[in-house]
C-alpha cells in the first residue's frame, strides 16, 4: 500500500517551459489537492478536486491547470514556469469530508531559472 | 477570508524544556487538526480535535479545542530531538478545504 506517490521528486524548469506534476493515490480517496510550501508561509492550496472529473481553484490559483481523469490520480500543470512558482509541492488526498485527516506525498521540489 | 493565525513561528528550547504552540480562529471552527512536518519530509497527520473543551493526549504530547472551538493548542512535555520540526493546525472550511496554520518551527539548542 503505497498511499500517496508524487512524481518526479525533484525539477529544475527554465523560465518559460511546461511541466506535469503527478499525484497518484491507492487508498480510494475521493478528495485530492494541490498545495505549494514556501518558508515562512505554511501551504497554500492550488487546486483541489472532490471527485473523478472535477476540479476546483484553491487560494493560489494563477499560473497552475490541473486535471483528474481518473480517480486515482491528479496532475498540477505549469503551461509556462515563472521564478515565482520555485516551490515544494505536496499532494495530498482524503477519504471523504467526514474522515478528514489528509494523506501527503513527498513532495516536489521545482526550481525555476 | 476564514484565517488560522498560529504562533510563535519558532521556538528554540534546550532537550528536556517543554514546548507549545497556539492556534487561533476569528470563527467557530468545526474540528481542528495537528500535523507534524520533519525537516525535508512531508506533513504527517496526528490528530483530530472536535469537541469543545476536548484534550487528548499522546505520550508526551497534549492537545487541547477551546471551549469556544475558536482556539487550539499543543504543548509536548520534556522536548527530545525527535521532536524536531514544524507543527502545523488545519482547520475544515466551506467546500472541503482546509485552512492551515503557518507552522511552529520546533528547534532544539544544541
Known amino acids: 500500500n503505497a498511499g500517496v506517490t508524487q512524481t518526479p521528486k525533484f525539477r529544475v524548469l527554465k523560465t518559460g517551459q511546461s511541466m506535469t506534476l503527478l499525484c497518484a493515490q491507492d487508498?480510494?480517496?475521493?478528495?485530492m489537492y494541490w498545495y505549494r510550501q514556501d518558508p515562512g508561509m505554511g501551504l497554500r492550496l492550488i487546486h483541489y478536486?472532490?471527485?473523478?472529473?472535477?476540479?476546483a481553484k484553491g487560494e493560489v490559483p494563477d499560473g497552475y491547470n490541473v486535471s483528474r481523469l481518473k480517480k486515482q490520480n491528479f496532475l498540477l500543470g505549469l503551461e509556462s514556469a515563472a521564478p515565482s512558482q520555485t516551490s515544494v509541492y505536496f499532494c495530498?488526498?482524503?477519504?471523504?469530508?467526514?474522515?478528514?485527516?489528509?494523506?501527503f506525498g513527498q513532495g516536489t521540489r521545482l526550481t525555476v531559472v | 477570508g476564514q484565517q488560522v493565525m498560529q504562533i510563535p513561528q519558532y521556538q528554540h528550547v534546550q532537550e528536556g524544556e517543554d514546548f507549545t504552540t497556539y492556534c487561533n480562529s476569528s470563527?467557530?471552527?468545526?474540528?481542528i487538526q495537528w500535523y507534524k512536518q520533519r525537516p525535508g519530509g512531508h506533513p504527517v497527520f496526528l490528530i483530530q480535535l472536535v469537541k469543545s473543551g476536548e484534550v487528548k493526549k499522546q505520550k508526551r504530547l497534549t492537545f487541547q479545542f477551546g471551549e469556544a472551538k475558536k482556539n487550539s493548542s499543543l504543548h509536548i512535555t520534556a522536548t527530545q530531538t525527535t521532536d524536531v520540526g514544524t507543527y502545523f493546525c488545519?482547520?475544515?472550511?466551506?467546500?472541503?478545504?482546509?485552512?492551515w496554520g503557518a507552522g511552529t518551527k520546533l528547534i532544539i539548542k544544541p
Open positions: 470563527t467557530t471552527l468545526s474540528n
Open positions: 488545519a482547520a475544515p472550511r466551506v467546500n472541503y478545504q482546509l485552512i
Open positions: 495530498a488526498s482524503t477519504l471523504r469530508v467526514e474522515v478528514p485527516e489528509a494523506f
Open positions: 487508498m480510494n480517496h475521493e478528495y
Open positions: 478536486s472532490v471527485g473523478e472529473g472535477t476540479t
